[in-house]
């Protein structure tokens, strides 16, 4: 697959936005905030608190493949803000993350799939949100490991299994 489409549902669940608060750059802000004036949103869920960078995709591919004038692009996690601050910061990204810590974000929007007896137990995802008159709409999920669906990233043949810590 060389393109990416945007799942569309015919009738998208509507999302109490100001029932998600992240925590980010600027501090606490809603689900709704996160548009910052995009019609569109979508939701990398890239880890949940693991200390190996293996599982990231690069951030500039991401937002490559993703490049829509319409679409806004973060990044939220169940990490603590801190420890996606260190990872923004050591893997030079440039997309704004936000923590989901004390929220059932990661639940309600099932992106990120837990892999029983996996070390790297979550798989990572994409979560679709359309705005529509001040009513945050969720349009699809996906569960998608390292984003190999995309067929832009990685060797062929995708990404090499993520190192043994053992």
Avoid: I
């Avoid at 004036?37 to 939701?43: E, I, M």
């Avoid at 923004?88 to 837990?114: C, I, K, M, N, Q």
């Amino acid at each position: 697959m060389t393109e990416l489409t945007v799942p569309e549902l015919d009738r998208p669940r509507v999302v109490a936005g100001a029932e998600y608060l992240f925590e980010g750059p600027q501090g606490r802000v809603s689900l709704t905030e996160l548009f910052a004036g995009h019609p569109r949103l979508a939701v990398h869920h890239p880890m949940a608190d693991h200390s190996g960078p293996a599982d990231v995709v690069p951030t500039a591919d991401l937002a490559a493949a993703l490049n829509d004038p319409g679409l806004r692009l973060v990044l939220v996690s169940r990490a603590p803000y801190a420890k996606l601050e260190q990872y923004r910061r050591h893997l030079g990204w440039d997309l704004a993350a936000y923590s989901a810590v004390g929220t059932t974000f990661t639940e309600d929007f099932p992106a990120t799939r837990h892999v029983p007896g996996d070390f790297w137990d979550d798989e990572c995802g994409l979560s679709f949100f359309r705005l529509a008159d001040d009513t945050v709409l969720h349009t699809g999920s996906v569960a998608v490991p390292r984003l190999e669906f995309l067929g832009l990233l990685g060797p062929p043949g995708g990404f090499p299994p993520a190192p043994d810590p053992r």
